[in-house]
Every structure is written in C-alpha cells, then in structure tokens.
C-alpha cells in the first residue's frame, strides 16, 4: 500500500563433502567428516539421510520416479582455506534452510490449491507452525536440469535482466562452493500496492545425484545495512528443487517453496495473491529466458 509502515527493523555408504559444507556426492568421505565432533557429525548426517530421501525411489515420495546415479557435477577438489567462525555461521543457516525446506516439502499432507495456470503451472500452500504461511510452485519446464540450474545459480545475478519482478540480485560473499550470500532488491507491484523490498538471504546449493537443491533463508550481514525507502524484507525456508521429468528426461520438473514475511501494514489477501502470482510469473518468465537463449557458464561442483 502506498500508506504501509515501513519497518526499520536405506542409509548410504559414505557422506561425501566439502569442509564444513557438507558436499553430497555419492562414494566418497573427506577427513574433514570423519575430524568432527558430536553434533557437527550428526548434523550432517541427518541432513545426508534428509537428501537421499528426495533421491531414492520410494512408495509415497514425491521424487519417487527419478533415477539414482552419480552426481553430474564431480567433486573435484577440496576446500584448503579454513573458514571463520563468520563464515561457519552462515554455512549452518544455509544447512539449516535445507533441512527444514526438504521436512516441509517431504511432507504431502496439508497442501491446499491456489491457483492453477492453463499451461498447467500450480501453487499449493499449507499454514505451518512456527513459519505461517508457505506456497509451492509445480511446473515442468522445457529445458535439461543442468542448463536450468547454470541459469538459476551460475547465472543467478543476471536475474534482474529477465525477471521484471526483480531488480537486483547480488552475491555479497562465496564461502566454497555449496555456501553464498546475496542481497536482493524486488520490484513494485503494479500501482505501488507493494512497495520496494529487500532482502538479505543465505543461499546453500545441494546436488544429489539427478536431484539440485537451491535453499535459502534471510540472515544479517554487516555491510549490507537496511536500505532508505526500501522495506528489509524477511525470507525462509525457501527452496527451488530441479529434477529431470518422469516422462521425459530432457524436461525439468521445477518445484519452489516460498516462505516470505514482506512486513508492513498488508491484507493476508493481497499478500496470497501477489506470492502465488509471482511464483507462476517466474516460471514463465524463466521459460522466455531459456527459449531466448541465456548465456552459458560451465557447470562445476
């Protein structure tokens, strides 16, 4: 609203990683695992065991059809620089939005229908404790995964050139390579119903075996202060999921889970219609990109 407030503010052979990382890639086990102690060892095999759910076969689960093989992306060399306690700390919150993205997508029960496109493109919600309200976008788009994922993450600051709901998006900081943080600026809405937003989120980006993860949730950090005349938006879980198509394998199934808190003074109503819209906005317009041709950058783990 152009009145709003703006506030100021089963188990697998081994756990392949990255330090501190936690990099899934089938067959093989860093020292950096075996060195841990206590809850750091169990939390990354928790969320180990959370991810092979999503890649096994199973009755029930929604990723049931896919092929298991060996990640496409080899894990190739390890990371040599020791992280800072800064740098560990976003490491957790980027795990931690992995984990509770892949509990609430894990679970079918509760989803309820909001909307759904002629090309077949949905958005499912569910109201959940302790998060509130969080949609699910279903699509299945005409590209491979790995030239989907090149885009959404190699590419991911080019995302203000061909999704208008966008302005910016910026890498602020690369811990390794599962681990980054970014701030994004959002567009107006038509007629300022929704004034500027930002945000400040932590991004981890999984692959296992034919199945990529990309998690995110909001996080502090201290060079990136709350902008003049822009609402500091709060994210997460969030999580988009590719996996190659059941029926055919040179389609992507496209999954996003959207959690977001846009803060200010606005109607529940206008808050649905504008996430369930700019989900089915963003496949679309991810399809225009693909079809116009985006710039190619090399996959690496």
Request: a positive charge; hydrophobic letters at 35%; one cysteine or more.
């Amino acid at each position: 609203m152009r009145n709003e407030s703006r506030e100021q503010t089963t188990q697998p052979k081994a756990t392949a990683m990255l330090p501190a990382t936690f990099k899934l890639c089938a067959g093989i086990s860093y020292r950096h695992l075996r060195n841990m102690t206590g809850l750091q060892k169990t939390a990354a095999i928790a969320l180990s065991h959370k991810l092979q759910r999503f890649a096994d076969p199973g009755p029930g689960n929604w990723i049931s059809q896919v092929r298991r093989r060996s990640s496409l992306l080899s894990c190739r060399t390890e990371e040599k620089r020791p992280y800072s306690e800064v740098e560990m700390s976003y490491v957790r919150q980027g795990e931690e939005a992995l984990q509770k993205s892949a509990h609430i997508l894990g679970d079918l029960d509760g989803w309820k229908t909001e909307t759904v496109a002629p090309n077949g493109d949905r958005v499912l919600s569910k109201v959940l404790p302790d998060v509130g309200k969080v949609f699910k976008l279903e699509a299945v788009l005409d590209q491979p995964l790995d030239t989907l994922y090149t885009e959404l993450v190699d590419n991911m600051e080019s995302m203000g050139d061909w999704n208008p709901n966008v302005k910016q998006v910026k890498i602020l900081q690369k811990i390794g390579r599962d681990t980054m943080v970014t701030h994004e600026v959002a567009s107006e809405t038509p007629g300022n119903i929704v004034g500027p937003r930002d945000f400040v989120s932590v991004r981890c980006a999984k692959r296992r075996g034919s199945t990529c993860f990309l998690a995110g949730m909001s996080t502090k950090y201290s060079s990136m202060p709350e902008q003049k005349g822009v609402v500091r938006a709060e994210n997460g879980p969030t999580c988009i999921v590719l996996r190659p198509n059941a029926e055919d394998s040179t389609k992507t199934k496209f999954i996003w889970l959207l959690s977001l808190d846009l803060k200010g003074w606005l109607p529940k109503t206008i808050i649905n219609q504008v996430l369930s819209q700019t989900q089915l906005d963003f496949a679309q317009n991810l399809r225009t990109r693909m079809q116009e041709g985006a710039p190619s950058v090399a996959v690496a783990c």
